[in-house]
């Protein structure tokens, strides 16, 4: 797969970004998407080498649209330039949690894991509550050496605990957590190999692991709010 081709079309997106040429490169962009697409593929292979439940899940259906909605934005460009996928055992859907790939060009690039969102007052409580009462075991996975040689759990955070919750409770900083996500940055060069990317790119997916695990155990029972 040929990932260069990707931040090629990505990049000249970015630098023409109206509908005159997005429409008028057409073939680019099939042909940019359908590399993603390989991408995502080879991906989900070998993942599910270590977690079976993403196995059944087909490219197309865990990417993103680049067009965005500008409707309540004061920026007005009509596409976001960055191919993007979330893997998980419900495809995209923000939970459960499961493995995300943003490929933006100019170091934007990144592989992420965890709780995006911080819309779901539900699955936030839950993830509170979850942390309350199991409070070592988070510890544990997010203190472990290999884990914080490479992420530090992130998210929109309250300025303080929540109210119902203990404000001395030794995790009382994660209570104030609204979103739990992990992110590690990709720099432009790291996608000229496209197999080494991969490998890495599994490793890092292997490492997030429990910490997707827990945070779905938390989340068992959630119920993504109907669409009105």
Known sequence: MDLKLI????????????????????AEHKAANAQFEELIQTLILQIGEFDGSILHNQPKDLTFKLVRDTRFSHDK???????????????????PVGYYLMIKPGGQSFLGGGLFADM????????????TDHGKEFEE?????????????QGTSL???????DK????????KFKSWYLEYPVEDEALADADAFVTEAVKLFHMMKPFNDYLNKALDGF???ARR
């Open 7 to 26: 931040l090629k079309y990505l990049t000249d997106l970015s630098e023409n970004n109206n509908r005159e040429w997005y429409h008028a490169h057409k």
């Open 77 to 95: 460009s009509p596409y976001n330039p960055a191919f993007r996928a979330h893997i998980s055992s419900k495809g995209k859907l923000p939970v």
């Open 120 to 131: 779901f007052k539900n699955g936030t409580a839950m993830i509170r509550d979850y942390i």
């Open 141 to 153: 996975i997010i203190h472990a050496p290999e884990f914080q040689k490479y992420f530090k759990v």
């Open 159 to 165: 300025k303080k605990v929540p109210a119902g919750y």
């Open 168 to 175: 001395e409770h030794p995790q009382a900083e994660y209570l």
């Open 223 to 225: 119920q993504m709010p």
